[in-house]
């Protein structure tokens, strides 16, 4: 979920996000992750589909909205192991001339060893200016399987082409 934050700015907007967000966007547990340690790393790649919307032409406004998915993976490895996916939505809530905010809240469904869904959310700053965008944090809102019940937060960070996600789940 390398997200391109000008191409955003253009786009109506594009995270990130998400949460992660998937965060996050983000991952069971693969198998990285020792006996329920409740902080882990997996790498989110976005994923573009045949229905891609067209570049906008115009900054975003307030109002708008886009969506986003990506694939988890163990490792930036080319043969790694994917752990999972997300999907989320972003609306963009404030404007400047140098760029806005958005909220964003995503769904993590995480494969491994444990099993799951994460959901998270976040306002996210953005610049038009800026290729990439800056670390930011996911809040984690609640799970389901061995997620259950699930708190804490993701920590988003740009990688290359990928997003680095550093889960700190509450004991």
Sequence with gaps: ????????GALGAAVVAAVAF??????????AQPDGDPDFT???KEVTGDDAEPEPTEPPKAGDSFTFA?????????DAERAGREGGVCNVVRTSEQGGEMMCVATMVLTG???????????LTY?????????FDIAITGGTG???DARGEVRAVPDGEFQR???????
């Design 22 to 31: 998937g965060a996050a966007p983000i991952a069971a547990a693969a198998p």
């Design 1 to 8: 979920m390398s997200r391109d934050f000008t191409r955003m």
């Design 113 to 123: 060893d444990r099993g799951g869904q994460l959901t998270g959310q976040t306002l």
């Design 165 to 171: 996600f550093e889960f700190h789940l509450a004991d």
């Design 42 to 44: 997996l790498y989110a």
């Design 70 to 78: 990506d694939d988890f993976f163990t490792s930036k490895d080319q």
């Design 146 to 148: 061995d997620f259950a």
């Design 127 to 135: 610049s038009l200016a800026e290729e990439e965008g800056p670390a």
